[in-house]
């Protein structure tokens, strides 16, 4: 029988491989899995019609119990791989990351309080539709205690003085605050430079770096060494917060986690300005009047260091993120609400949904109409794409009830550009070269997987899980929030038809991505990393 921590790390695992390996099947209370001998059985805690299946940790083959090590071997059989292997590998970094903080960190994990901090911090778990959901490839144990986030990491940032003539920056059209740094930092520049931060793990990345080394050399580059605020990472791990501070830090780190490494690429930074301008557009005003507790955590400026040829040299980007959130604001990420419960410890989604003093649907109603509804009406009327997957969507509540919504990590962000097309001419930062201008059937696949399959279907399945509600009964309440929608007078409903009407809806493939080593970021075209799965919808009757 796998433990505990076994355990967390087996079921995004799981679940990510049955999402895309289409030959196993259920007989309860397992899930059957042939292999080239005998077929393993996966005992089912709960089995969940949307995908995010919670396990007990039994698994048998001839009725013995297999360990965690030994489903992997098969596992690799199954995928037509050898035993050593990269994705392998993966694997076990990601659970020795996880075990690794439920030594340091885990009593914290027991009574989750609904605040940024906390909920940042706690998400020990990670990504729910992933192979390797803690893989941190480059990070050695010290790294994780210092840098990670649920090993209770907490560091002082290094500051360097960058010459004007390789400063590197871009904003927004409506930034004002170009001496951000002196909110942030204890230093001031010297003539003719500008400050710039740097994460003390990238620190050691950059300045092995040629470039850095004859700047250094020439002056150019002054380092500063470390400022005496302290910063905690976010779930994201490169993203940095300070309670006291008017933004958050985004760095390139040069770490790969899940399918990608962490570097920030200059088309998803001109993103967050493209945000920052469309949301000043009265094209946008009906929308945020409209949904006034619905909040684009905006990222209006990034900055970097240029190389000989003046271009950014990517390891030393940054970017600034807004920071809304006060330290005591009833908030919580999504991730960290849908993830398991810490043994011995309290479920914070089932505390917060009987201390709303709402029943578990009306509740998931409620959270559907405050943090849902503006993402598809967004899409549906305003041709402005959110990609708010499960970490990206930030709950606000009011006494355990949902009452709106932060949506951050603008990089993840498009457009329809037929809706917008009457203002694409005043809005010169969105273009197609960013290559966010989306089609329907790419628009639909990506958003749907985001916002539907990895937030909405997994807070189904933890509602269910943990409040004893049938499955069944939360996707009524979904199918009829999204008929409601549909009635909307003016709104185009395509979206909302493929999510009601389509037989298959699409999901993207982390464990194909994980076993084939394709960095998602780059891939020439998006849907390749796409697989179809079955609509959960089509399981209940619908009526038009």
């Known amino acids: ?33 042939p292999t080239k001998n005998a077929p393993l059985h996966i005992e089912v805690s709960h089995y969940s019609v949307v995908g995010h299946h919670r396990y007990t940790g039994v698994i048998k083959q001839h009725d013995s119990s297999i360990s965690f090590f030994d489903f992997l071997n098969l596992l690799n059989e199954v995928l037509g791989l050898t035993s050593d292997n990269t994705f392998s590998k993966r694997v076990k970094e990601s659970h020795e990351c996880l075990a690794e903080a439920l030594k340091l960190n885990g009593e914290s994990f027991k009574n989750i309080l609904p605040h940024f901090r906390e909920t940042e911090t ?119 917060y300070n309670d006291q501070a008017d933004y958050m830090i985004k760095f390139s780190l040069s770490v790969k986690m899940t399918n990608s490494v962490r570097l920030l690429l200059l088309h998803e930074l001109e993103r ?139 990089h993840g962000t498009g457009y329809d550009m037929k809706k917008i097309a009457g203002i694409a001419s005043e809005l010169e930062k969105i273009t197609e070269e960013n290559g966010n201008l989306l089609p329907d059937d790419v628009s639909h696949a990506l958003f749907g997987y985001y916002v539907i399959i990895n937030s909405v279907f997994n807070m189904i399945s933890a509602i269910a899980q943990n409040l004893e509600v049938q499955e069944f009964d939360l996707l009524e309440v979904y199918k009829s929030f999204l008929v409601k929608l549909k009635s909307r007078t003016g709104i185009d409903s395509t ?20 076993v084939n080593a394709i960095n998602e970021n780059t891939a020439s075209n998006p849907l390749n990393i796409y697989t179809d799965i079955e609509n959960p919808l089509m399981r209940i009757k619908y009526g038009n």
């Open 1 to 33: 029988m796998l433990t505990p921590e076994e355990l967390y790390s087996f079921t995004p695992l799981m679940n990510s491989f049955l999402l895309e390996w289409k030959d196993s099947s259920y007989s309860a209370p397992y899930i059957v899995v």
């Open 122 to 240: 706690s998400l020990f778990v990670g990504h729910s539709l992933h192979p390797t959901p803690k893989s941190r490839s480059q990070f050695t144990t010290q790294d994780l205690s210092q840098f990670s986030p649920e090993h209770g990491g907490m560091f002082h940032l290094n500051w360097v003085q960058v010459h004007q003539s390789i400063f590197f920056e871009r904003y927004s059209n409506f930034f004002e605050d170009l001496k951000w740094q002196n909110q942030l930092s204890s230093f001031r520049a010297d003539e003719g430079y500008v400050l710039l931060p740097v994460h003390p793990w990238q620190k050691e990345i950059l300045f092995k770096t040629d470039v850095i080394k004859e700047y250094l050399a020439k002056d150019l580059v002054k380092s500063l060494n470390q400022d005496e605020r302290f910063w905690i990472p976010t779930s994201s791990l490169r993203t940095v």
């Open 272 to 410: 967050g300005l493209q945000i920052h301008e469309i949301c000043q557009h009265s094209h946008l005003t009906p929308f945020f009047k409209e949904f006034e507790n619905f909040q684009i955590i905006q990222e209006p400026y990034f900055a970097g260091i240029k190389d000989q040829q003046g271009n950014p040299i990517p390891e030393s980007l940054i970017m600034l993120r807004e920071n809304p959130i006060k330290k005591e604001d009833e908030v919580s990420l999504i991730a960290t609400l849908t993830q398991p419960t810490i043994k011995g410890g309290r479920n914070i989604l089932k505390d917060l949904i009987l201390g709303s003093l709402l029943s578990p649907t009306v509740w998931f109603e409620e959270y559907l109409n405050k943090a849902i509804a503006p993402l598809i009406v967004a899409q549906s009327e305003f041709g402005l794409l959110l990609g708010a997957h499960q970490q990206n969507l930030v709950l606000k509540l009011n006494k355990g009830k949902p009452v709106g919504a932060y949506f951050r990590d603008c």
């Open 495 to 514: 979206f909302i038809d493929y999510l009601l009407q389509s037989k298959t809806l699409k999901h993207k493939g982390n464990f194909f991505c994980t």
